[in-house]
């Protein structure tokens, strides 16, 4: 991996050297990992907050909505306000409502996303001759009756559009196990329909990107994306001119970034997510190394 000169190193990884003004961070695999903080996360964010930092979280997963993820956080001792959380419940939604407003859809999701269009008044229907939309996201419901409603949808009708909560292929979990994400229920429907997703609500495509800019008040370049993904959160940042770093407490090994070409690679490498805090910082701030 080639060495670029804004970053220093920290046991042969890449770390920053300053402070950024906006930190957005990935939740899964960044954070946390199932139900327990990563290391270094809690001192990191507290920090980031007291020095007066914007800080955000991201997901791709769709299967909670902001005051639950909010909830949760608390629960793991790291109190949030939903201000601060981003996902593609709510992503998606706003894509509608901007986009689509009166369409009917069919969402092969969990409940989070099915409240979040109920109570945006987004019409939703299993009929398939009057389906506008087929949503496909992360559904561990999933059934061949909800793959039957979106084939005659899309194919057979000829009247409806598939689009996506995110592009990812598995949410991972502790011990290296992982579940199948949204990219399954997307490739089964475009496998039998032999369509195309045509809209992404989630990382990396700038729908979130632009919710998350203008929720922040920042330039990208005044800004850093951390995550463990990436063909979403790194790419996204590339994408917009935000600096990014990738830790490798989820989905992403060393071992994968040394067999990646250069464009795919982020700006720095942790082993864990305080190493955003330049190591000249950790004395003053108390710190000590892991």
Known sequence: MARRSNASTSGGLETPERLYEGYVFDLDGTIYLGDELLPGAERLVLKLRELGKRVMFLSNNPTK??????????????????????????????????????????????????????EAGIRMSERAEEIDIVIASYDRGFEYKKLQIAFDAIWFYGRAML?????????????????????????????????????????????????????????????????????????????????????????????????????????????????????DLWDEFGWEGA
């Open 65 to 118: 909505d902001p005051k639950m993820y909010a909830e949760k956080l608390g629960k793991l001792g790291l109190k949030t306000p939903e201000s601060e959380i981003i996902n593609t419940v709510v992503t998606m939604t706003e894509w509608l409502l901007q986009n689509h407003p009166d369409a009917t859809v069919f969402p092969i999701s969990e409940e989070p996303l099915k409240r979040s269009l109920a």
């Open 163 to 279: 689009v996506t909560t995110n592009p990812d292929r598995y949410c991972p979990f502790p011990g290296g196990r992982g579940e199948p994400d949204s990219a399954a229920i997307v490739a089964a429907i475009e496998a039998c329909t032999r369509t195309k997703c045509q809209v992404n609500a989630g990382k990396p495509d700038p729908i979130m990107l632009h919710t998350i800019m203008g929720l922040v008040g920042l330039d990208a370049g005044d800004c850093i994306m951390t995550g463990d993904r990436l063909y979403t959160d790194i790419r996204m940042a590339k994408d917009a001119g935000m600096p990014s770093a990738v830790v490798l407490t989820g989905e992403t090994t060393a071992g994968e970034l040394e067999e990646e070409p250069e464009e795919n690679l982020p700006d720095f490498t942790l082993e864990r997510i305080d190493q955003l805090v330049p190591p």
